[in-house]
């Protein structure tokens, strides 16, 4: 399984909602990221969990809060967001955060906030 | 803040042309990577290269890199329409002293890429 799976791909909540994103890969990596991209704009950094711990909030505001249960799963935690955090949410895994070989992206969850 | 620029911002050309996309960044680096992404879908890996590494192929794809001028080259030669993509480059920079930077790739700004049939 050289895959990561996000789910759900598309979300749409109001902004008293609470919602998770959620992320898989089973390709053995200990290290896993979640991205934010705005439209024509790049990715932009939010966490980074390092052997199942978060090593980097990139000051990501508290109402993302993110978890790392176990080595292949990550979540999302969302709750009272705003408009301007419709997104593209973007899950990434590489086999380890400090020898880079490359990431490999999910296909991303497509957040409207309403 | 994204420390990768890349021009130009965007390129058309037409099949079997060659595209060539570069990428300007700030900082000392581990590695330079270049991503494709396809409209509104996740990233895919495309090549990696590392400080000590002056160019690099894989397929078509052809990339170089000047530490001395803090910037790389993408070349994809005889470019197809199915080539059609954002393409972007990210850099991996060297940890800082506390070793806390470890896993923070940045990205560039991106080129749109379309290739005519």
């Known amino acids: 399984d050289t895959e990561v799976t996000q789910t759900p791909k598309h979300l749409v909540m109001g902004m008293t909602n609470k919602k998770s994103l959620k992320c898989e890969q089973h390709?053995?990596?200990?290290?896993m990221y979640w991205y934010k991209q705005k439209a024509k704009k790049p990715p932009e950094l939010m966490f980074v969990y390092s052997y199942e711990k978060l090593s980097i909030n990139e000051s990501v505001p508290s109402r993302f809060s993110p978890e790392c249960p176990n080595s292949s799963l990550l979540n999302l935690h969302l709750h009272a967001l705003q408009p301007e955090d419709s997104a593209l949410y973007l899950c990434a895994s590489s086999q380890d955060p400090v020898e880079n070989y490359g990431y490999t992206f999910g296909s991303g969850t497509r957040l409207t906030v309403v | 803040s994204q420390q990768g620029e890349e021009d130009p911002q965007a390129l058309s050309i037409q099949e079997g042309e060659n595209a060539t996309m570069n990428c300007s960044y700030k900082t000392s680096i581990n590695n330079l990577q270049w991503y494709r992404q396809n409209s509104g879908r996740g990233l895919v890996h495309l090549i990696l290269i590392r400080s000590n590494e002056r160019e690099k192929h894989s397929g078509r794809l052809r990339v170089t890199l000047d530490t001395s001028k803090k910037s790389s080259s993408l070349l994809i030669t005889a470019s197809r329409a199915a080539d059609t993509a954002s393409y972007f480059c990210?850099?991996?920079?060297?940890?800082?002293?506390?070793?806390?930077?470890?896993?923070?790739?940045?990205f560039g700004q991106g080129t749109i890429l379309t290739v005519h049939p």
């Open positions: 390709m053995g990596h200990r290290a």
């Open positions: 990210a850099t991996d920079a060297l940890p800082n002293a506390g070793g806390t930077s470890y896993g923070k790739l940045t």
